[in-house]
């Protein structure tokens, strides 16, 4: 074992345990050190027994079994908890050191903190790690962000265990300054989100309206995962549908469904409203979650309020195939509008992100790892300044092939009383950002004639402001045109 060890992380949970067996199995030496020291001696006893890694039983152990600049990664529960271990760090710490935010931040409070501990005289990374348990252990998709300095002291360490592509390019590089790693990071938990509800509204669609057992629909997926649909969720949900409980019955039909959520959909939903980004999508499949935590009273309504009852009676092979179409034409509009709040937030916060990049960073070792997002990388290579992926001729291909099969699954949906909010908005989406006129003439209208907030016209250069006196009883001022 060296005699100073690499770089040092804080937290043995599922995360921090597997990323330091990972790290190690790459060649680095790893401290370990967790609040709870037994848990230390359980590891180093443990997983970590018989390999170069070295448990420390207090923050100056830690600090002191580090090589200059030390690197510590801090791998404990978002929030306070950060901020706790930053300011234990901190004393015991010299000039250029480096501490590191492996966990789901939001990235305000990376932004925040890369300003503090700078002014500290230290460097600060506030990174996403996508890929859960396995991924931490085999190579997760890694998104740094801060001091810019930084990045060349750990780029060795960080893009040696990500997860790694064709010609061997790992699903890692260097977002942007402050935040935007964990920003980055928060849009692809985002996206993570509405990909797992269009592919739970496809489930719905074929258990409620088909009628089809989870083994035949472990066929179905099992099948979409060979073609365009090729994604980790799609490949873990087949099998799920598989699974067994023990007494041979499919496991997945005995959990509650009420889903749970810790706050990254949420957060990347709200980010998009305060940037005025129409992320619907993710938006519904943060709402779908909410409603459905509603269990109890969605079971009482159900007994109050009739339910319209499905009645399937056209061809089940071409609803699937359908069906399939649709859910990849909403993932490509997922991912669009996701790609589109990334770059309003670069260019509000002046962030210099590499688009096609972050691409590649998703291409495996995380959550949302698809086949196609290749073709994003593409698509940027082609037109760096494309201001939505709908433009891109794959995206608009795609689309276009799979428009008539999405609006037939969405009409029998609706038809059949089966809520599919995630693929309905998708499709609204679609027909909104291609539309020439949308009847805001109308709201602004509204808008005026009860709050004087003025509009613009069609037969006067743009930027002109009018107001109209629709009662003539109203004054000649006007309100202010500032959006919000």
Excluded at 12 to 34: P, R, W
Excluded at 409 to 432: K, R
Aim: with cysteine; net charge negative; proline share 4%.
């Amino acid at each position: 074992m060296k005699e100073l060890s690499d770089i040092g992380l804080v937290g043995l949970a599922v995360m921090g345990e597997n990323l330091i067996l990972n790290m190690e199995s790459k060649g680095f030496t790893v401290t370990a050190f967790n609040r709870s020291i037994e848990k230390v001696d359980k590891f180093i006893n443990g997983r970590a027994k018989g390999k170069n890694i070295r448990g420390a039983q207090s923050i100056e152990e830690l600090v002191k079994s580090l090589a200059k600049p030390r690197k510590i990664m801090l791998m404990v529960k978002a929030g306070k908890p950060v901020d706790d271990f930053i300011e234990l760090l901190i004393p015991h710490l010299d000039k250029g050191d480096i501490i590191i935010d492996g966990g789901n931040t939001h990235f305000p409070d990376t932004t925040r903190r890369v300003n503090y501990v700078e002014s500290k005289g230290l460097r600060y990374i506030g990174t996403g790690v996508s890929g859960g348990e396995e991924g931490a252990l085999t190579g997760p998709s890694i998104m740094p962000g801060g001091s810019k300095s930084a990045w060349e002291e750990v780029k060795p360490i960080f893009q040696t265990i990500s997860a790694k592509v064709e010609n061997n390019i790992p699903c890692c590089d260097w977002v942007g300054e402050q935040g935007a790693g964990h920003f980055v990071k928060m849009v692809h938990n985002g996206i993570e989100y509405g990909d797992m509800q269009i592919i739970s509204e496809g489930y719905h669609l074929m258990k409620s309206l088909l009628g089809l057992t989870p083994d035949e629909m472990h066929e179905v997926f099992k099948e979409w995962n060979r073609g365009d649909l090729d994604s980790y969720l799609i490949e873990i949900t087949t099998d799920i549908l598989a699974y067994k409980d023990e007494d041979g019955q499919p496991l997945v039909e005995k959990i509650l469904d009420k889903a749970g959520q810790k706050g990254t959909g949420k957060w990347t939903a709200i980010e998009a409203l305060d940037l005025g980004i129409p992320l619907t999508l993710i938006g519904e499949a943060v709402f779908a979650r909410a409603l459905s935590s509603q269990k109890d009273e969605r079971v009482a309504a159900s007994k109050i309020i009739n339910a319209t009852q499905p009645n399937f009676k056209g061809d089940k092979k071409q609803f699937i195939k359908d069906l399939g179409e649709a859910l990849f034409a909403a993932k490509l509009v997922s991912y669009a509008q996701g790609y589109a709040l990334m770059k309003a937030a670069a260019d509000e916060n002046k962030w210099d992100l590499n688009y096609g990049g972050i691409a590649l960073m998703w291409r495996g070792g995380c959550i949302i790892r698809s086949a196609f997002l290749g073709k994003i990388k593409e698509a940027y290579v082609n037109n760096p300044t494309i201001s939505n992926l709908l433009l891109d001729p794959f995206f608009k291909e795609k689309l276009e092939t799979a428009e008539k099969a999405w609006r037939r699954v969405i009409s029998t949906a609706v038809l059949n009383g089966i809520p599919v909010p995630a693929l309905s908005t998708a499709l609204s989406y679609f027909d909104g950002y291609r539309s020439e006129s949308l009847p805001a003439n109308l709201l602004q209208a509204q808008r005026d004639y009860f709050g004087a907030h003025m509009y613009e016209r069609t037969d006067k250069p743009r930027g002109e402001f009018f107001h109209t006196n629709w009662t003539g009883t109203g004054g000649d001022t006007a309100s202010s045109t500032y959006n919000a």
